[in-house]
């Protein structure tokens, strides 16, 4: 792993502790208060600040997952460096278009 | 009637098989005693690599029941198991035959770490003043002992996994460099430890740690240098 990759692992693990924190938070607030589904997305549709968390969280899982895998597959497999870098761009790809799907469902008005 | 114990001891290359072979227990008996008894006595084919015996040179180094050791400082007493030693060549490097192994991967990865000193003043100028109790003297210190045995190496999952990472000997070279305030080569040195198979490549598992004969910690260096690059990448001093 180079500087580069490991600056960015880095900072996306050290912006998803507090979200994942406040995620948590959030899941024994809602199950605690008994919310139903119209109740959650009464409140987080439409909602900039939820979007933006729910967001930002999506963007950071994907460069942070996608580095991490891209390791696993160079060291644990006989993929070259560079395969693996190919195999996860996609990989994130496709965890950052499902994430920013399911955030835009329940936060878009 | 003398005790024995059974030795078993790689033979071939990287196919090959080990062989038992019955050795005299003694007081005070080193791995490398046992090793250099089979060869003088017993089988006289048998190749391994030596040189001082008293854990200065670095060319000993063994595995021996499954730890990478330096043989030569290594008591027989302290590392049987059940009256049995078995000694093979160090992990991570190719066998040249039995237990000697080539350490030309090794040592080019301690280049490609800019492992070796570049001077920043010649003959002519005055000797360099360097406070003892400095900083990067001390830093250089903790990690200057290492006698380039090749156990740290041999030890590492990394290097088992990723044949590009340059190791934990090298890194902890290129570590003491830096801290050398002699040396004229730093920035190509960070760059060279940045780089894909760099210092970042490290998982910290602290085998190298674990095992240095020489009670040196290469995951502290190792850490020293991923701070040092992090910082120097972020002033965008690692450009080409």
């Known amino acids: 792993m180079s500087v580069r990759l490991y600056v960015w692992q880095r900072v996306t693990a050290a912006l998803m502790a507090p979200l994942v924190l406040m995620h948590v938070a959030v899941i024994f607030y809602a199950a605690r208060k008994g919310m139903s589904a119209a109740d959650i997305l009464g409140r987080t549709r439409g909602s900039v600040l939820w979007a933006s968390f729910y967001g930002a969280f999506v963007v950071a899982a994907a460069i942070h997952a996608s580095i991490g895998i891209r390791n696993v597959l160079a060291e644990w497999s006989s993929m070259t460096e560079r395969h693996a870098g190919l195999f996860v761009a996609i990989f994130g790809c496709c965890l950052l278009v499902l994430g920013l799907r399911a955030v835009a469902a329940v936060t878009l008005p | ?240």
């Open chain 2, 1 to 240: 009637m003398t005790q024995t114990i059974q030795v078993s001891l790689w033979r071939g290359r990287a196919r090959g098989r080990y062989q038992v072979y019955e050795v005299p227990l003694r007081e005070n008996q080193t791995v490398l005693d046992v090793v250099t008894f089979v060869q003088r006595t017993l089988d006289p084919t048998l190749a391994y690599r030596f040189a001082c015996r008293v854990g200065m040179c670095g060319s000993c180094a063994m595995t021996v029941n499954g730890h990478p050791r330096w043989t030569c400082r290594t008591h027989v007493a302290n590392v049987i198991r059940h009256g049995r030693l078995k000694i093979g060549p160090l992990e991570n490097l190719p066998v040249i035959k039995d237990l000697a192994t080539d350490m030309r991967p090794f040592f080019e990865k301690w280049q490609q770490a800019k492992g070796a000193f570049v001077p920043s003043r010649t003959r002519d100028d005055p000797i360099a003043r360097i406070a003892p109790g400095g900083e990067p003297r001390r830093a250089a210190d903790a990690a200057i002992e290492c006698i380039n045995c090749g156990i740290c190496y041999a030890a590492c999952d990394t290097v088992r996994w990723n044949a590009g990472y340059l190791g934990p000997a090298a890194l902890n070279r290129a570590w003491s460099l830096l801290n050398d305030e002699r040396d004229a080569a730093n920035p190509e040195r960070l760059k060279a430890v940045a780089a894909s198979g760099g210092c970042h490549s490290c998982h910290s598992h602290q085998s190298c740690q674990e095992h240095c004969p020489q009670a040196l910690n290469p995951t502290a260096s190792i850490a020293g240098l991923k701070r040092a690059s992090t910082l120097a990448w972020l002033k965008g001093e690692l450009k080409a």
